[in-house]
């Protein structure tokens, strides 16, 4: 029988990949920030996707200390520190945080940070990866003020079911009463009482159409978006409007209003809300500061935003005031009415104004000093309709 001749087999050359080889593969993860560090924390490496997302080139950080990338406040708070003994410690460090890039823009990343150890189990420095995070960010951000939009609708609607069926409804029918009196006994009264009723129902009536207009203006905002037109807009011409509308009720009372804020000052917003919102801050501002005193508004900016300040040398407030100043209760709402002819209603409109324009509201008081109600505006029109979140985590298979 004849013997089959075997042929050896080939052996195939194993590939051994090169540094040149996996550098080519980290430069080509574009979407990725990935970069090395030293053991003195020094940044060694910096690829391609790191010169893109941060805007540095590479022999622009390289030699530089991993601070870098971090915002002033996460220095203050010693992050860098931190994720380095994390990693030391568990093997690794991940985190969800602000960013800055070269031209001191900032940007939202999913982080990972882990030791760098050689062949001979020599602690070589550290590895750090980054990806851009910020859009998705912005997306969950918008999701949730969408939810939260959604319960105070629910919580409005009950808070304008209450101020109608009490302080609408109760003088109302002190009104009824009162002209059903008239009615059944005129042509026995005295022309002087009379008039005193006459007087009385009169300023009673004025109040609860003064009340309608507040509550009508503030579900007009709440419900009927479409009356929503937002626009770049100089913010002393509103100011310098709302001051000639008020000058009468402050020369009463010889006091001085003057703002502080450059001509050129722009913000973004809805400018019927925005003389709504300075008219009442002054207007109240005006009721509650002595005769000779003054109300001055300034502003600062703050990242993207705008902070202006109202400020007063009145009669202050308490504490326990402040804090139900802008969720007035039903109580509350009556007892401003009654003293400050809608007050409380006024600073809840307002409230909801800025929340619309994507700004918020708070107040600094010292009772017998005065008081400065501080509001914030966007200076641009924001990417998405968002406001400020609760911090949002991401996982890792972001």
Known sequence: ?????????TLKKKYIPTAEFYSQIIDSLQDYSIFTLDNDFIINSWSSGSAKIFGYEADEVIGEAFDLIFTEEDLKNGIPKKEIETALKEGRATDNRWHITKDKSLFYAY????????LDGKMLGYVKILRD???RKQSEDAIKKYIRDLEELNTHKESVLAILSHDLRSPLSSIIATTKYLKDNFHKMKPETVQDMLNLLYKSSKDELDMLDYLV??????YASDTFSPTTIKITEYIDKVF??????ASINTINLHHEIETDTAVFADGKMLISILQNIVSNAIKHTDKGGRVTIS????????IVQVKDNGIGMSKELMEKLFTPQIKTLSETRKKNKGAGIGLFLVKGFLEKNGGEIWVESIEGEGSSF???LPFEKPLYEIGSSDEIMFDESA
């Open 1 to 9: 029988m004849e013997k089959k001749q075997v042929k050896p087999k």
């Open 374 to 376: 501080y509001f914030t």
């Open 244 to 249: 000639e509308s008020l000058n009468e009720p």
């Open 133 to 135: 995070l910020t859009e």
């Open 111 to 118: 982080g990972l940070v882990f030791p760098l150890i050689g």
């Open 299 to 306: 502003a600062k900016s703050k990242d993207d935003k705008i």
């Open 217 to 222: 203006e503030w579900a007009r905002i709440k």
